[in-house]
T-cell receptor
Framework: GENVEQHPSTLSVQEGDSAVIKCTYSDSASNYFPWYKQELGKGPQLIIDIRSNVGEKKDQRIAVTLNKTAKHFSLHITETQPEDSAVYFCAPSPRILTGGGNKLTFGTGTQLKVEL | GAGVSQSPSNKVTEKGKDVELRCDPISGHTALYWYRQSLGQGLEFLIYFQGNSAPDKSGLPSDRFSAERTGGSVSTLTIQRTQQEDSAVYLC????????????????FGSGTRLTVV
């Protein structure tokens, strides 16, 4: 099965600074790379994802970069704001080409705190 | 509905009792997943349902855990003879599986059921 690690486990930044969270995985068949954000008392929410035929994807202040050779991908948040404070999970997955369904293996999570 | 609905939001039960947790997925979503999240931990896969296929039960931790999905919509996760280590937040998610070769829209999670076994 997929072995997924996230670093760091906790991250504190000043408002306006950038934050980077890295996810490493073991399954070379992985070709779908999402990031989820979980706010207190809520379920995780998909914020950005990337497929293996793309090296980088941006959506306003967030971006994901992928290095398939090294088997890692990273979440980048620029101009951080207090509302970015949450736990972030990566969930690399191999695509299941028959029958549908994507069972995601989630990383251990990164607690991001944006301080005023 | 507009999102994934889970009930109850909180459940306190005595050790040894059975509990049922309910998940109502987004209408039209063919795939439904159950995950468990212990305090301060990541998400542990339990089971998933995809259309009319046999469910993938590979993540269920013991035979005290079971789940069913009736009519391809609502799902119930049942834990029999609850133990204190079952205390966790149980999260349900659904996804729209169109063409698995070309698209996957990610999960939409519910807010979870916080189960406390005393």
């Amino acid at each position: 099965g997929e072995n997924v690690e996230q670093h760091p486990s906790t991250l504190s930044v000043q408002e306006g600074d950038s934050a980077v969270i890295k996810c490493t995985y073991s399954d070379s068949a992985s070709n779908y790379f999402p990031w989820y954000k979980q706010e207190l008392g809520k379920g995780p929410q998909l914020i950005i994802d990337i497929r293996s035929n793309v090296g980088e994807k941006k959506d306003q202040r967030i971006a994901v970069t992928l290095n398939k050779t090294a088997k890692h991908f990273s979440l980048h948040i620029t101009e951080t704001q207090p509302e970015d404070s949450a736990v972030y999970f990566c969930a690399p997955s191999p695509r299941i080409l028959t029958g549908g369904g994507n069972k995601l293996t989630f990383g251990t999570g990164t607690q991001l705190k944006v301080e005023l | 509905g507009a999102g994934v609905s889970q009930s109850p939001s909180n459940k306190v039960t005595e050790k040894g009792k059975d509990v049922e947790l309910r998940c109502d997925p987004i209408s039209g979503h063919t795939a439904l997943y159950w995950y468990r999240q212990s305090l301060g931990q990541g998400l542990e896969f339990l089971i998933y349902f995809q259309g009319n296929s046999a469910p993938d039960k590979s993540g269920l931790p013991s035979d005290r855990f079971s789940a069913e999905r009736t009519g391809g919509s609502v799902s119930t996760l049942t834990i029999q003879r609850t133990q204190q280590e079952d205390s966790a937040v149980y999260l349900c998610a659904s996804s729209l599986q169109s063409d698995p070769k070309t698209s996957f829209d990610g999960y939409t999670f519910g807010s979870g059921t916080r189960l406390t076994v005393v």
